[in-house]
Nanobody, 126 residues
Framework: QVQLIEYGGGLVQAGGSLRLSCVFS????????VGWFRQAPGKEREFVAA????????FYGDFAKGRFTISRDNSKNTVDLQMNSLKPEDTAVYSC???????????????????WGQGTQVTVSS
């Protein structure tokens, strides 16, 4: 069974940076694409970024482009999300998710992922 655990959330001032990590276990990591999603109180879940298996193509939500960077290390079974120039509106619970059969057009769709972590809180103060 796949297990995902997120690390790295916390409180940061606007303009600051945080690096989130998602640790994957239970199956061969190289066979899974991984995405990050976020959900703020009272709002819908929102796609942040994703990275494909087999080649590592990356995808970003519009708000994340130019500020966030997703990367994976197949030797450590981790996917990191580097977040820079953080804004108060980035405050949310950030969760990573994994899926084995994702196609490009579904990378932004949370319903396409099979496994989810518990999430980590990111709070950006103004």
């Amino acid at each position: 069974q796949v297990q995902l655990i997120e690390y790295g959330g916390g409180l940061v001032q606007a303009g600051g940076s945080l690096r989130l990590s998602c640790v994957f276990s239970g199956r061969p990591f190289r066979d899974y694409s991984v995405g990050w999603f976020r959900q703020a109180p009272g709002k819908e879940r929102e796609f942040v970024a994703a990275i494909k298996r087999y080649g590592g193509s990356t995808f970003y939500g519009d708000f994340a482009k130019g500020r966030f960077t997703i990367s994976r290390d197949n030797s450590k079974n981790t996917v990191d999300l580097q977040m820079n120039s953080l804004k108060p509106e980035d405050t949310a619970v950030y969760s990573c998710a994994a899926g084995a059969g994702l196609i490009t057009s579904s990378m932004h769709n949370g319903a396409a992922y099979n496994y989810w972590g518990q999430g980590t809180q990111v709070t950006v103060s103004s």
